[in-house]
RNA sequence: UGACCCAUGGUGUAAUGGUAACACUACUGAUUUUGGUUCAGUCAUUUAAGGUUCGAAUCCUUAUGGGUCAACCA
């Protein structure tokens, strides 16, 4: 029984670590900013850093990076906070940023003493024209060599409120010709009277990240800090803060985010979406956020199960959504109660069928011995999917056509007998026949037919409305593309069908129920439904091998 | 015209100097009262060129390609 599965990058730092004794126990943290909702690539951060913990002795802390109050909110805190919980994981300390304000200010005046960073009165303007440029050397801001003194009391004085938004920052005195632009004399602190999501007014001066990140995790004492690739640059300034701090050394460690194919998984951009409407909120399904991927129906086991395979490294990748499907199709083929419904009716009229109705039984899930069953009525007119009949045709198409025979799921095999249409030439139903001895469960017939329907009794049937879902985006990577990315929308990617007809015991779906509707997909209750209306989301499409065969042609 | 990171099938991830593996996709076929599921099978001389070595995807050099860095964002 040793699954003998390889060790990612990280795994095998942590265990070197531990061989070595530099740690006994680790300690991770996700540390999102509360400025969006979490989407598909966080979900890749949450897994490793909480899975870390759970393969080695060690803890995961929830921290909210809340150093920019103009952007954070509390509605933000509160769906993260239930995005890490239905993910499946427990953090140990829920910390905030905002929690060390005042230690930052004091490791800021340390900085200051020890002639490591300096208040520059120079504007936004004049700071980036003598930054440089990754080839030429920056240039020393004239207020670089002012004495300890002035710099604390003009440090004090910010913190105070003395001075308006923009006029002063407190930058690190590190070397303006560096070849690493970020550590040319980064700011570690600016001004903003704006109220905090937290702190309220209480300051106005705030760290940026580079003062406020590094900072945190050494004062949790967070031994293994992951990161996505970007934040590489920074290591060297996170690493010099830590120093000059002399604070505990917490480590910086850098993989690579996890694209997906045919959406966007940026804050920004998701914002866009929701603020210009393009789809219904953050949590509309369609979305790559984890409360989109949760309302179309996506369970937590199948979103970690994703992560999982997909795994972590340092090269840039671009993951098909076709892996995620995958896994959902996965967890829900075991889990989904099988129910019958039709999307787009054709009658059919069983004219040799003289019982008024009868009670079929049909099992909740083949894939579940004990799933056991339910029952469905059955009777003389049934509704059928329009698209399941076809007056000529075309090759290997076993499904009903004029004279063929069908299997009318866990019911009766039928024959076509006749085909009905209006004036206009319109098919307006089927009349067939019925096999009384092909019963399902007691077929003495000794017939066998390739195709099985599904089918809704039209006197029992009960009405609904289905949503459907294709991808957001037309392109693979809709911000390769040229222009906005908005532009590659899918223009196509909901589909609503008011009114389909589903079987008698859909009537009491339930939100937390899965539900495969034969031949159909997997599909979840909607909380837009109510008690006159059922609404269903369709989570994904059944693997479909006669689509694939009819565009092959 | 700089520094840093990266390069293995269509995709993602392994192989940690000893005859390239696993999964997804695609394609075959078998089973099937879901054209689903399940099962069996097919699909790469590891970006290139040198070098070290008995032996290189792995180490070295160079080239090529991709990415990141000049927000008072994170």
């Known amino acids: ?148 003194e002035e710099n604390r009391d003009l440090f004090v004085r910010m913190k105070n409120g003395e001075f308006p938004d923009g006029v002063r920052t407190l930058r690190a005195k590190i070397d303006m010709a560096h070849i690493n632009m970020l550590m040319r004399d980064p700011i570690l602190y600016r001004i903003k009277h704006a109220h905090h999501h937290r702190t309220g007014d209480k300051w106005c001066i705030y760290p940026m990240y580079d003062f406020a990140h590094g900072q945190s995790d050494s004062i949790e004492e967070i031994t293994h800090s992951i990161c996505t690739l970007e934040f590489v640059p920074h290591r060297e300034l996170y690493d010099w803060l830590i120093e000059k701090l002399e604070i505990y050394p917490s480590h910086q460690y850098e993989f690579a985010r996890r694209n997906i194919n045919y959406t966007v998984t940026s804050k920004r951009k998701l914002l866009q979406l929701v603020n210009e409407k393009h789809v219904t909120g953050w949590d509309d399904p369609r979305m790559p956020t984890i409360s989109g991927l949760r309302r179309r129906g996506y369970t937590p086991e199948s979103v970690r199960e994703f992560c999982d395979r997909i795994g972590v490294a340092k090269r840039d990748n671009m993951v098909d959504v076709g892996v995620l499907e995958f896994c959902v199709r996965e967890h829900l083929n075991r889990i989904a109660l099988r129910r019958m419904v039709v999307f787009d009716p054709l009658k059919i009229v069983i004219t040799n069928y003289t019982k008024d109705e009868e009670i079929l039984l049909s099992e909740n899930n083949p894939e579940d011995e004990n799933g ?21 045709p075309p090759k290997k198409y076993f499904r009903l056509a004029p004279g063929q025979l069908v299997r009318l799921k866990s019911a009766y095999i039928i024959k076509c007998e006749e085909v009905v249409k209006d004036a206009a030439g319109n098919i307006t139903e089927v009349h067939c026949s019925y096999i009384p001895e092909s019963k399902s469960g007691e077929d003495t017939s000794g017939i066998h037919v390739k195709g099985t329907l599904h089918w809704v009794s039209v006197r029992h049937a009960v009405k609904a409305t289905v949503r459907l879902y294709d991808r957001l985006f037309r392109v693979e990577d809709p911000t390769d593309e040229a222009g906005d990315f908005k532009e590659y929308l899918n223009p196509d990617s909901l589909q609503v069908l008011p009114v389909v007809y589903a079987e008698p015991s859909m009537k009491q779906a339930v939100l937390p129920e899965r539900y495969q509707f034969i031949r159909k997909g997997y599909f979840v209750l909607d909380r837009d439904s109510d008690n006159d209306n059922l609404v269903f989301n369709k989570t994904v499409g059944l693997k479909d091998a006669w689509a694939k065969e009819v565009k092959k042609g």
Request: hydrophobic share 30%; with cysteine.
């Open 372 to 392: 056991g069953s339910r029952e469905i009525p059955f009777s003389k007119e049934i509704y059928i999917e329009r698209d399941d009949f076809m007056e000529v």
């Open 1 to 148: 029984m040793s699954e003998e599965r390889s060790l990612n990058f990280l795994e095998e730092i942590i265990e070197e670590d531990l061989k070595n004794g530099k740690y006994k126990t680790i300690v991770t943290r996700f540390p999102p900013e509360p400025n969006g909702y979490l989407h598909i690539g966080h979900a890749s951060s949450i897994c490793l850093n909480f899975g870390l913990t759970q393969k080695y002795p060690g803890y995961t802390n929830l921290r909210f990076d809340d150093t920019n109050p103009v952007t954070e909110e509390t509605e933000y805190v509160d769906s993260i906070k239930e995005d890490v919980k239905w993910l499946g994981f427990e953090w140990k300390h829920e910390r905030y940023a905002s929690d060390y304000f005042e230690t930052l200010y004091e490791f800021a005046l340390k900085l200051i003493d020890k002639n490591l960073a300096y208040v520059d009165d120079i504007s936004a303007e004049e700071m980036a024209a003598m930054k440089g440029t990754p080839t030429e050397p920056g240039k020393d801001s004239p207020f670089r060599n002012r004495s300890v």
